[in-house]
C-alpha cells in the first residue's frame, strides 16, 4: 500500500452538480432549466452525473446513436470482463488512453446493466495498475502525454467507480490521483507545454495535461490544492483561444483536435456543473469548430480530407458531441452522423486502436436526443468554406457522385504539425480520391501537390520554423470557386524566391475540373528544375502518354479517372514516382527555366466517358481557352498568371445533338470547310462560336460538294449546323 498523502488545505470548493436533461442541453451561459439532480462535493459520481441520474440514462439508451453507441461500448466491455491483471499489460505510449477506454467502458456499462460484473471488473484494473505502476512509471511511457492520459483516467473513473470502492481502495486511488496531480502542476510550471507563447497554448499538448491537471483537482476537491484547477481553467480557456481561428478552423488538424478536445470539454464541464466558470459558452469560437468538422467531410461521408499531419477523423468524437449539443447545432449533428453516426461509418467515435481515447461513454451523456440533423442543402448552406487561417473546402454536393476541393495556404502555429504544405490542393472527385494530402509523417514540400526546385521545397523543420502562405483573393459563386494563394515566404529559406503565387479554379460541373496556375520567380533568376507535383493515393492507376504529352490517372475503384493535361510551359517531361512506404503515388511535371510557370487542367470523368475538347489562344500572358463537353455545355476561360475569369455558355437549342440522319462528310483544310454528300436545294449551312453566337450562314448549292470559307474567320473552336428540309447534321470545327 502507497502512503497517504498529507495536504496543504488551500481552499474549499462547493460543488453543485447538476446532470443535464438529453433534451435540455443548454444553449446559454444560464444553468439549465430542468435541474435533475445535485450532490454535494464528497459525493460521487458528480462530474458528469450522479446515481440518481442512471434512470434517465438508462432511457436514453433505448434508442437512436445512444443505443447503437451502447451497444458497441457494451461488446468491448464483455471483451474486458476476461483482460489479465496479474500482472496487468500495459500499452506503452497510449497506456492512459487504452486504460481509459476499459476503465470507463466497463464502469458505465456496470451502471447502465445493474450488472456488478462490469463495475468489479473496472476496480480490479484500476487498483492493479495503480499497485503496479506510478506516476514515474507512465513518464517513462510518453513523458507528459501519458501522464495526462492516466490522470484523466484515474480522475473520471474514480467518479464513477468511488461508491463500490472499500476505504484502502479509496486510498489508493487518491494517492495516485494527488500524485499524478502533483507532478503535472510542478511540470507545467518549467515545461515547454505549460509555457505561455501562442504555440504551445493552441497544442493539443496543453490541452491533454491541463485538463486532466483540472480533473484531478475538481474529483478530489477539497484535498487538492486550488491552483490545480485554477491554473487547468486559464489554459484551457487559451485552448479554445490558440488551437481554432475565429471560424473554427483546427491548426493542428482534426484528429488532434479531437483529442484535445478530449481533455478540454470534461473538465470544461465538470467545472460548469460545479458551479464554475461556463468556458465552451464564453468562448463564442466552440460553436464553430464542430462545422470545421463537417466541412472536411468527402462526399460520400465516413471520413474526412487528410490534411497536414491529421488522420481523416474526428475520433474520439466525445468532446465534438458535447459541442453540438451545447450549441444546438443541429447541421453540424447531420456532419457528425455523416462522418461517424449512422449515416458515417457507425464507429460513433469508437476506434479499433485503443489510443484514440474512450468516446462512447461521452457520446451516451452528451448526445441531445431532441436535437435532429439537418443537412446543409436543407439549411441553405453555400457550397464553399473559407476558414480565416487560409484554408478553403469547396463542393457541388455532398454525396458519393460529388466532388470536393481543398486548398491550403495560410498561417500555422511554429511546432504545430505544420508541414510543407503551403498551396497545396487535393481533389475528390465521383467516389475517388484523385489529388490527396499523404497525412502523418510525410511533412516535406516534395510529398504534397505542390512545387519543388530541384527537389528543394518549403521551409519545414520540426518545432522550428513554420511555413506560411496567404490567400490574397477569394471568390466564389455557385458554378465556381476561385483562390490566389501566395506561397512566397514558405520557400525563403531553401529556395530564396521573389514570388510563388498560385491560383486554382474550381468548375462544379457534371465533369468537374480544376484549372491550376503557378508562377514560380527566383531572387536571383538561374535555371533550375521546377518541379510541378500532383499527389494521387497509391492504389490509383497512374498512366503517362509520352507521345501526347497527357497523363491519366484511374481511381482505385475504377469507376471514374482524372485526365491531367498541361498547357503550358510549351516544353516539359512527365515522369512518376512511389512512396517507398507505398502512401501515394505522384505525378511530376518538369520545367527547366529561370522562372517556373504552369498552367495544368485536371478534369474528372467516367471511365471511358466524355472527354472535353479543350482549344486554346494567345500566351501565358493572355490566354483564352474553349471548353467543350459536347453535350451543349461550353466553357470559356480567361487567364494569365494573375487572374483567372470564367464564362460558362450553352449551344442553341439541338446543337448538343451528336448524331443526325443527314450523311455528309466535313473536312476542313487552311481557308475553307468542305461538304461531301448530296444536298437538296433547301439546303443551308449556320456556323456558332463557343458561346452560340452565329458567326456566318450559307445556302448550299444542289450537287456533292458545297464549300465554306473561314479564311476571314478567327482561330477557335466552332459548331457547324447544316439543315435540310427535316435532316440535319452538327459537326465540331477547329479552325487553326
Request: with cysteine; charged share 20%.
Amino acid at each position: 500500500m502507497k502512503n497517504r498523502f498529507s495536504i496543504e488545505v488551500l481552499t474549499i470548493f462547493c460543488l453543485s452538480v447538476f446532470l443535464l436533461n438529453a433534451g435540455q442541453i443548454i444553449t446559454n451561459v444560464n444553468l439549465p432549466k430542468t435541474i435533475l439532480s445535485q450532490s454535494s462535493s464528497t459525493t460521487h459520481p458528480r462530474l458528469f452525473f450522479t446515481t440518481n441520474d442512471i434512470p434517465v440514462l438508462k432511457q436514453k439508451i433505448t434508442t437512436g446513436r445512444s443505443l447503437a453507441a451502447f451497444n458497441l461500448m457494451k461488446n468491448r466491455a464483455d471483451s474486458y470482463l476476461n483482460l489479465v491483471t496479474s500482472p496487468y499489460v500495459f500499452n506503452g505510449a497510449i497506456s492512459g488512453r487504452a486504460l481509459e477506454v476499459q476503465l470507463l467502458d466497463l464502469a458505465l456499462t456496470g451502471y447502465l446493466t445493474d450488472n456488478s460484473n462490469y463495475t468489479n471488473k473496472a476496480i480490479e484494473i484500476m487498483c492493479a495498475v495503480a499497485q503496479q505502476s506510478d506516476v514515474n512509471t507512465f513518464n517513462t511511457f510518453n513523458t507528459h502525454l501519458a501522464v495526462g492520459d492516466m490522470a484523466h483516467t484515474y480522475a473520471i473513473a474514480y467518479d464513477w467507480l468511488e461508491p463500490y470502492l472499500d476505504t484502502n481502495q479509496k486510498q489508493l486511488i487518491e494517492d495516485e490521483i494527488y500524485s499524478f496531480g502533483k507532478w503535472l502542476y510542478d511540470n507545467s510550471l518549467i515545461q515547454f507545454w505549460g509555457a505561455e507563447s501562442p504555440r504551445r497554448l493552441a497544442h493539443n499538448h496543453q490541452a491533454v495535461t491541463h485538463g486532466a491537471l483540472g480533473l484531478c483537482g475538481l474529483v478530489l476537491g477539497d484535498k487538492a490544492p486550488a491552483g490545480w484547477v485554477n491554473r487547468a481553467q486559464n489554459k484551457i480557456t487559451n485552448y479554445f483561444d490558440y488551437a481554432v481561428d475565429s471560424t473554427g478552423c483546427a491548426y493542428e488538424g482534426m484528429s488532434y483536435l479531437a483529442y484535445g478536445l478530449q481533455h478540454a470539454i470534461p473538465f470544461a464541464e465538470a467545472l460548469r456543473r460545479g458551479g464554475g466558470s461556463d468556458i465552451v459558452m464564453e468562448k463564442s469560437v466552440t460553436r464553430y469548430i464542430p462545422e470545421y468538422y463537417m466541412w472536411q467531410l468527402l462526399p460520400g461521408g465516413a471520413a474526412g480530407v487528410m490534411l497536414n499531419q491529421s488522420e481523416n477523423t474526428m475520433k474520439p468524437a466525445g468532446g465534438v458531441m458535447y459541442l453540438v449539443s451545447r450549441h444546438q447545432n443541429s447541421v453540424a449533428l447531420w456532419g457528425w452522423d455523416r462522418m461517424v453516426g449512422n449515416t458515417g461509418d457507425k464507429s460513433y467515435g469508437r476506434n479499433a486502436w485503443l489510443g484514440a481515447g474512450a468516446s462512447l461513454p461521452y457520446v451516451i451523456l452528451w448526445e441531445d436526443q431532441q436535437l435532429q440533423p439537418l443537412s446543409p442543402v436543407n439549411a441553405g448552406l453555400s457550397n464553399d468554406k473559407y476558414f480565416e487561417r487560409g484554408q478553403v473546402s469547396s463542393r457541388d454536393g455532398w454525396d458519393n457522385h460529388n466532388s470536393f476541393v481543398t486548398f491550403t495556404c495560410g498561417f500555422g502555429w511554429n511546432g504545430c504539425w505544420n508541414h510543407g504544405d503551403v498551396g497545396s490542393f487535393t481533389l475528390n472527385a465521383k467516389g475517388e480520391n484523385f489529388v490527396i494530402d499523404p497525412g502523418p509523417g510525410l511533412t516535406k514540400t516534395i510529398a504534397h501537390s505542390a512545387i519543388t526546385v530541384n527537389g528543394a521545397g518549403q521551409d519545414w523543420l520540426q518545432n522550428g520554423s513554420a511555413p506560411t502562405g496567404k490567400i490574397t483573393v477569394y471568390r466564389n459563386d455557385t458554378l465556381t470557386t476561385y483562390i490566389k494563394g501566395d506561397a512566397t515566404t514558405a520557400y525563403q529559406q531553401l529556395i530564396p524566391s521573389k514570388k510563388v503565387v498560385r491560383q486554382l479554379l474550381y468548375v462544379r460541373n457534371k465533369y468537374p475540373y480544376l484549372i491550376i496556375t503557378d508562377d514560380f520567380e527566383l531572387k536571383t533568376p538561374v535555371q533550375k528544375n521546377f518541379q510541378w507535383r500532383l499527389t494521387t493515393h497509391f492504389g490509383n492507376n497512374l498512366t503517362i502518354d509520352q507521345i501526347q504529352n497527357n497523363v491519366c490517372i484511374v481511381g482505385a475503384s475504377g469507376n471514374a479517372e482524372l485526365n491531367v493535361e498541361c498547357l503550358y510551359p510549351e516544353t516539359f517531361s512527365l515522369s512518376q514516382n512511389s512512396d517507398p512506404n507505398s502512401k501515394y503515388k505522384q505525378l511530376v511535371i518538369t520545367s527547366a527555366t529561370d522562372r517556373g510557370k504552369f498552367i495544368v487542367v485536371l478534369f474528372a470523368t467516367d471511365v471511358n466517358g466524355i472527354t472535353p475538347v479543350i482549344t486554346q489562344t494567345g500566351d501565358v500572358d493572355n490566354k483564352v481557352l474553349n471548353i467543350d463537353f459536347g453535350d451543349g455545355v461550353m466553357d470559356s476561360i480567361r487567364l494569365n498568371l494573375d487572374n483567372i475569369e470564367f464564362k460558362r455558355n450553352f449551344a442553341p437549342a439541338g446543337l448538343h445533338e451528336k448524331y443526325t440522319d443527314l450523311p455528309l462528310t466535313v473536312m476542313i483544310n487552311e481557308d475553307k470547310i468542305c461538304i461531301k454528300g448530296e444536298v437538296g436545294k433547301n439546303a443551308s449551312a449556320i456556323m456558332y462560336d463557343i458561346s452560340g453566337r452565329i458567326i456566318t450562314t450559307q445556302m448550299f448549292l444542289q450537287g456533292n460538294i458545297n464549300f465554306i470559307p473561314v479564311s476571314d474567320i478567327k482561330k477557335g473552336m466552332y459548331l457547324l449546323q447544316i439543315m435540310e428540309n427535316n435532316r440535319k447534321k452538327i459537326e465540331k470545327i477547329l479552325v487553326k
